[in-house]
């Protein structure tokens, strides 16, 4: 991952960000060490402060736990507490600046509906 620092996302938490997407592709497994914020920082050039508050994030998220002085773990229900908010936040507001957009165009329900199943027979295509 390379990080964009041109973005208005702020740098921890685009390393959240990343962390969960490697939960959720299974390339960090449940139960599985975390990394530390000094690896954190090692890999992307960072403070380690600003790693220690992404994964502070997880923490906060319920993704991961602390184990006093052995570090941060990914939590059985890590997977699981990360698709339930991703999708309670993220994808309701995508949604909510879709339907605006959609009726700026006035674009019917029916057509919106037809666009979404489209780009979805797309992705499915692709994969």
Known sequence: MVLNHDSIKPIYVQIAE???TEILNDHISTGEKMYSQYQLADMFNINPATAAK????????????KKRGLGMFVKDEAKENILIRRK???????????VQEADYLSVEDEELMEMLKQ???ERRGQS
């Open 88 to 98: 309670n936040e993220n994808l309701k507001q995508m949604v909510r600046e879709l």
């Open 119 to 121: 780009i979805r027979q």
């Open 54 to 65: 992404g994964l502070n994030i997880l923490v906060d998220y319920d993704v991961l736990y």
């Open 18 to 20: 990343w962390l969960e």
